[in-house]
């Protein structure tokens, strides 16, 4: 079966701080994983997928993320935070048409 | 237009009335998905067609009923609805088979059950 963790449901960093929202998988197989951004009163928007192309991917709006099988995550990072990075992030998996998301976490930047 | 376009963006209905929810999508997509977003709860899958077949009913209550009449148009109809139907409906589609193919979201439709 298939799962997603994120760990941590709330984020708060300051302007200029690094982002990181975690995100750990269960698979038994490679997965194919994704990391999307929901902005108040919008759907999901797609910030990056991994390819297994390579093991750090980098998406719009200066985020990336790294596949470690080892650790089976697949954390999001952000050198340095914006105020219109406040929004809700979700982490997930996909086998096939079958996609599983994670609960969600909440980033706010304070000023 | 491009991308994935759902209608009303926002609905108000009482528990009695009858209403339909309308997604579009222009991406040329094979798959079409519904999902219902609640405050404090994960994205909870509710249709899934591939093909416009029908391939994934997880559960939902039969006063929620799917359409799919082609490939890129997806209903949902709704009647005698209960407040806690009250979320956020998202519609997205993608492209099957083609590996690694993400969802496309569309705003979805804010509906409240009065």
């Known amino acids: 079966a298939q799962s997603v963790t994120q760990l941590g449901s709330h984020v708060s960093v300051s302007e200029g701080a690094l982002v990181l929202l975690r995100c750990n998988y269960s698979?038994?197989?490679?997965?194919?994983l994704f990391w999307y951004v929901q902005y108040p009163n919008q759907g999901l928007q797609l910030l990056l997928k991994?390819?297994?192309?390579?093991?750090l991917v980098k998406g719009i709006n200066g985020f990336e993320a790294e596949f470690k099988k080892s650790e089976t995550s697949f954390h999001l990072t952000k050198p340095s935070a914006h105020m219109s990075d406040a929004a809700e992030y979700f982490c997930?998996?996909?086998?096939?048409?079958?996609?599983?998301f994670g609960t969600g976490t909440s980033l706010t930047v304070i000023p | 237009e491009t991308g994935v376009t759902q209608t009303p963006r926002h609905l108000v209905m009482g528990m009695t009335n009858k209403k339909s929810l309308k997604c579009e999508q222009h991406?040329?997509?094979?798959?079409m998905y519904w999902y219902k977003q609640s405050a404090k709860k994960p994205l909870e899958l509710m249709f899934v067609?591939?093909?416009?077949?029908?391939?994934e009913n997880n559960s939902v209550p039969s006063r929620f009923s799917p359409e799919c009449p082609n490939s890129s148009h997806l209903f949902l109809h709704l009647h005698t609805l209960q407040p806690e139907d009250s979320a956020l409906y998202l519609c997205?589609?993608?492209?099957?088979?083609?590996?690694?193919?993400?969802?496309?979201f569309g705003n979805g439709t804010r509906l409240t059950v009065t």
């Open positions: 991994y390819t297994s192309a390579a093991t």
């Open positions: 067609y591939n093909f416009k077949e029908q391939t």
């Open positions: 991406l040329g997509h094979n798959a």
């Open positions: 997205a589609s993608s492209q099957i088979r083609e590996y690694n193919s993400p969802l496309h």
């Open positions: 997930a998996v996909s086998r096939g048409n079958q996609f599983y």
């Open positions: 698979s038994s197989v490679p997965p194919y």
